[in-house]
């Protein structure tokens, strides 16, 4: 049971990246899933959530019209796309799945790096 965050780069400043994160051994159909930061220095933050019933998402204001997180079903995945990067964007980014159980899991983290 894991997850595998993928997708991170060397990306210029105004550039667009889309992380995935796949799942094996669970569905993530169900679990409340998120993606997260951390950048040297500071504290891991959210990025970017959404419900179990894909009916409530959360962005951040840094996040909001920029970052868009989506689940595919078929594909046992989800994805932030993230466009109009800035360098204040670089951080290893966590996906993260909260199963209805209350289990946890946290992906390895895939690092992106906004710089020209």
């Known amino acids: 049971v894991q997850l595998q965050a993928s997708g991170g780069g060397l990306v210029q400043p105004g550039g667009s990246l889309r992380l995935s994160c796949a799942a094996s051994?669970?569905?993530?159909?169900?679990?409340?899933i998120g993606w997260f930061r951390q950048a040297p220095g500071k504290e891991r933050e959210a990025v970017s959530c959404?419900?179990?019933?894909?009916?409530?998402?959360y962005y951040p204001d840094f996040a909001k019209d920029r970052f868009t997180i989506s689940r595919d079903y078929r594909m046992n995945t989800v994805y932030l796309q993230m466009n109009s990067l800035k360098p204040e964007d670089a951080a290893v980014y966590y996906c993260?799945?909260?199963?209805?159980?209350?289990?946890?899991?946290w992906g390895q983290g895939t690092l992106v790096t906004v710089s020209s």
């Open positions: 993260r799945a909260i199963r209805r159980s209350g289990l946890v899991y």
């Open positions: 959404l419900s179990t019933n894909n009916d409530i998402t």
């Open positions: 051994g669970f569905t993530l159909n169900r679990p409340a």
